[in-house]
């Protein structure tokens, strides 16, 4: 069973940036999709992005432009880079894989 496991979130400032990225341990991800959600205070999760099995990227709309999906399959790992971050941005953010999910990283973006 593929465990996932997220990191990089953090407080900044509107404007900053940040790189999250999420590992798997007991499945490789090479040959699945691996998506991005993030769940707002008060809010549904929502999709963010995903890197399908071939390499190929979709984002929801409002981070189209600011943030950019890649993956690792070598590494393990699948990074979201977040660049011009706004208060809107800030949610608990999640990577899921084959139905698995991580417990999730904070990012909080300050006005």
């Known amino acids: 069973q593929v465990q996932l496991l997220e990191s990089g979130g953090g407080l900044v400032q509107a404007g900053a940036s940040l790189r999250l990225s999420c590992s798997a341990s007991g499945r490789t991800f090479s040959g699945y999709p691996v998506t991005w959600y993030r769940r707002a205070p008060g809010k549904e999760r929502e999709f963010v992005a995903v890197s399908t099995k071939s390499g190929q990227t979709y984002y929801t709309n409002s981070v189209k432009g600011r943030f950019t999906i890649s993956r690792d399959d070598a590494q393990e790992t699948v990074y979201l880079a977040m660049t011009s971050l706004n208060p809107e941005d800030t949610a608990m953010y999640s990577c899921?894989?084959?139905?698995?999910w991580g417990p999730g990283t904070q990012v909080t973006v300050s006005s």
């Open positions: 899921n894989m084959a139905q698995s």
